[in-house]
């Protein structure tokens, strides 16, 4: 297992090699994000804007004007809800190729606590017209999908974990940052999942074939736009889903999953997230628990699922 | 200084313009749209390296319109210069428009940055300002800051990234016509001492008395250009100023309806000084 930060610094550090426009801002949190080493590598474009996200973010969108494409990192709280006025009107509005990286997700926050635990980062950038909302699952695929992060052009939200996460694609993974991905076949339900939930996802996968119910797990990296095609062959198919999300239910993963079903293919569909409630101070086997992120409420919502099908 | 009295005729047709502008689309802008008319002339036609006819060159001074509810200024002041036609001012705020009420730079050739929601331009003319040095571009960046909008914390951020950068490719602009919606900024949220506080953050300040006189704003803006570090003009102007209903209003023309008479009477007035 490698931090997430780690590669991700990697990643932005070859890239920057290979185009001079592209800019790196901390908000003093470079050291957290792993983005600190490179201020002395490329001085000029990576840098510390200090403890002001805003003004980090109106830093950005002012960039662009000489053809950067800027990065700008911090918790994700703070570059989500602190800044929701400058990624709509200086951002994305505006049509700005800024990326905005927001670290330690959800739970993942753990001894932080509830301030700096954000549980609807995802719905507000989901609301935000214009934006790409993306979250990687592990250090392959968010190495592959730098890259194309920085290729599209665009205002793009990245949620990430900042630290170790568990190994979920190989090698031959080949990472497409609009298409949601079928890990795991199966006949009777989809688990539509992101982040730290997908290898949660897989394990309950594995303890519901034990009783018979066939589970299909889709990794929705890319959470908007929701990649319709996948998550409408797998739903006709199986006519039950489960979303499994380290946010709140209200605006994420169940929300996008839900709006696009809804007019598409009407499904049941059961949510497994945080149930519009802060968070709070913990380590993650106390929070998933507290905060019913676990295997076995997967496995007990797909069990829901299955049973509403037809009724 | 060479062509003042040029400018200062100028400043009188923009004034016309404006008031055709907000006239034809019934409500608008119009009191601080008037007070910033100078800075904007002096700006576009006496220190700016732009070109109309290639309103995207990429080492172009810039120009950010923080205070974007003053769209309609700076859409005469463009026209005047050349990016487009007079009579896009009668589309003002038109469906389909590219001439909203608040600058938006995916509309309006020649508008640098989107703005509107106050104390965010500021920001964004300084990353301007932070990227032209990082590709060692010649450009300059001006930005206008409305004083209500002082009122935004987010300026503040912005000032003291931009002090503590030194970015001297920056000069901005405070339109202090002391009004603002709900009563005078004394009133509602004293400055003061700005000077003081644009100094405290690594600026050059000084204040200009008056912020409606071309001679004067020319002036400082040389000064300016001289200051080893960013500077800040404070204009102290008239909210409305050149058109006396306006005037008159005081913070009531920060947004006006505008019935013909009043047009007609603006125009008379402007015409009899132009």
């Known amino acids: 297992m490698t931090e997430m930060r780690k590669v991700f610094g990697e990643a932005l550090e070859k890239l920057m090699r290979e185009n001079d426009r592209i800019a790196v801002i901390d908000a003093d949190l470079g050291k957290s ?9 490329f001085p000029g474009r990576a840098f510390d804007a200090g403890v002001a996200e805003a003004d980090m973010a109106g830093i950005a969108a002012g960039m662009t004007s000489f053809g950067y494409i800027p ?5 994700a709280p703070f570059v989500t809800r602190r800044i929701a006025d400058q990624a709509a009107v200086s951002i994305s509005y505006a049509k700005r190729n800024v990326k905005i990286v927001g670290t330690d997700p959800g739970i993942t926050a753990e001894k932080n606590g509830g301030t700096h635990m954000s549980v609807e980062d995802i719905g507000i950038m989901r609301a935000i017209p214009g934006f790409v909302v993306f979250e990687p699952v592990d250090t392959e695929q968010l190495r592959q999908s730098v890259p194309q992060v920085v290729e599209y052009d665009g205002p793009v939200y990245i949620r990430m974990c900042r630290k170790e996460t568990p190994d979920v694609f190989g090698p031959d993974y080949r990472f497409n940052l609009f298409t949601a991905d079928v890990l795991r076949a199966g006949a009777d339900v989809t ?51 489960v979303t499994a999300e380290n946010h709140s239910i209200v605006g994420g993963v169940y929300s996008a999953v839900c709006e696009t079903l809804a007019q598409e293919y009407p499904a049941p569909v059961v949510p497994v997230g945080i149930r519009d409630r802060f968070g709070e101070v913990g380590q993650m086997d106390y929070l998933r628990r507290a905060l019913h992120l676990g295997q076995c409420d997967i496995v007990e919502a797909a069990r829901k699922a299955v049973g509403m099908k037809g009724k | 200084m060479d062509g003042i009295q040029e400018l200062e005729q100028m400043c009188v047709q923009i004034r016309k313009d404006i008031v055709r502008a907000i006239g034809g689309a019934g409500t608008g802008h119009i009191g601080g749209s008037l007070s910033i008319v100078e800075a904007l002339v002096c700006l576009y036609f006496r220190e700016m390296n732009v070109d109309p006819q290639n309103p995207q060159m990429a080492d172009r001074d810039r120009l950010v319109l923080s205070k974007g509810h003053a769209g309609p200024a700076l859409y005469a002041v463009l026209a005047e210069k050349g990016y487009f036609d007079r009579d896009w001012l009668d589309t003002l705020n038109e469906p389909g428009t590219n001439l909203p009420s608040h600058c938006d730079m995916l509309r309006t050739p020649g508008v640098d940055m989107t703005a509107g929601s106050l104390g965010q331009g500021f920001a964004c003319a300084v990353g301007m300002a932070k990227a032209a040095k990082a590709c060692g571009s010649p450009a300059r960046v001006f930005a206008v800051i409305g004083d209500g909008e002082s009122q935004e914390g987010s300026v503040w951020e912005a000032a003291m990234f931009a002090g503590a950068h030194r970015l001297d490719n920056l000069i901005a602009f405070t339109d202090y ?37 071309v001679a004067q704003v020319a002036q400082a803006v040389e000064w300016a250009k001289e200051q080893d570090r960013p500077a800040m003009l404070i204009l102290k102007t008239v909210k409305g100023k050149g058109v006396s209903f306006a ?18 009477e603006a125009y008379e007035e402007l015409e009899a000084r132009g």
């Open chain 2, 177 to 213: 016509n002391n009004a603002q919606i709900s009563g005078t900024v004394t009133e509602i949220l004293t400055l003061e001492p700005l000077e003081d506080k644009w100094r405290a953050f690594n600026f050059a300040a000084r204040t200009v008395a008056d912020g409606n006189d």
């Open chain 1, 191 to 241: 688990v539509v999942c992101s982040g730290i939930m997908v290898e949660t996802a897989l394990d309950a996968a594995e303890a519901l074939a034990k009783e018979g119910i066939g589970a299909e797990v889709v990794n929705l990296h890319t959470i908007k736009p929701v990649d319709t095609e996948t998550l409408l062959r797998s739903v006709r198919k199986t006519g039950a889903v």
């Open chain 2, 247 to 264: 005037e008159k209003a005081g913070v009531g023309s920060h947004s006006m309806t505008l019935t013909q008479d009043d047009i007609d």
């Open chain 1, 33 to 41: 994000n792993g983005t600190y080493c490179l201020r002395e590598m």
């Open chain 1, 71 to 75: 990065f700008i990192c911090s918790f």
